[in-house]
């Protein structure tokens, strides 16, 4: 068929506004997690890092230690 594409169909709402994306779900991630506009107009949100991470304490004495990402490199 003419004008048919294989990529998948992922919508986003964002400020009652929908955005249509033709790409799969870790494409859109990636984009967004690298600061593309995918939620809508003027919606990039781009953090250099590194990210902080820290486990859930698993009773309450215990302390987690925070654990850091990779530099973006960005």
Do not use: Q
């Not at 004008?3 to 955005?19: C, I, K």
């Not at 939620?39 to 698993?58: D, I, Q, R, W």
């Amino acid at each position: 068929m003419v004008g048919t594409t294989d990529a998948p169909r992922f919508l986003v709402n964002y400020d009652e506004t929908w955005v249509e994306h033709r790409v799969s779900f870790a494409e859109w991630l990636h984009r967004y997690l690298i600061g593309e506009d995918m939620t809508g107009p003027n919606s990039a949100v781009f953090y250099p890092g590194p990210v902080k991470l820290e486990h859930l304490p698993m009773s309450a004495a215990e302390r987690p230690e925070p654990r850091y990402g990779p530099d973006r490199g960005m």
